[in-house]
């Protein structure tokens, strides 16, 4: 409605006239903090494992959480932040998902072999640079 636009317009004017931070921005830089972290053992993980993958990211800090349904399902997983928010792994991205999960993988692994070999993937050239 229009009272709680011109409120929530007038909160974020205020607080970004004080400095303060926004909810808004927290929670972003926690799901940036998330994602380099899930990325980081992704590259380092030969194959995807959901117990070796909870396990690394425990070891940096974060929290997994396995999402069943009734029947026993695995459906997701959820991520808490160092902070204590937990996210879905489709807030983090599209591809962390444990649909997409290892693609995301093998795109990072390979990514991260051509900066290694300093090749450089040029568009539309179907080749490599150096």
């Known amino acids: 409605n229009w009272i709680g636009k011109k409120a929530t317009e007038a909160a974020n004017a205020i607080a970004k006239e004080r400095n303060f931070v926004q909810s808004q921005d927290i929670g972003k ?66 591809g962390y998902t444990l649909a997409h999960i290892e693609r995301t993988q093998s795109k990072l692994k390979c990514n991260s072999m051509n900066i290694s070999h300093g090749n450089k993937l040029t568009p539309g050239s179907g080749s490599f640079q150096r």
């Open 29 to 94: 830089v926690n799901k940036a903090e998330i994602k380099e972290a899930m990325d980081g053992v992704l590259k380092k993980m030969q194959g995807f494992d959901l117990t070796k993958f909870k396990e690394e990211l425990g070891r940096r800090g974060f929290k997994v959480r396995e999402a069943r349904a009734s029947t026993g399902k695995l459906n997701g997983y959820y991520v808490t932040a160092r902070s204590g928010t937990e996210y879905k792994a489709s807030e983090i991205g599209k």
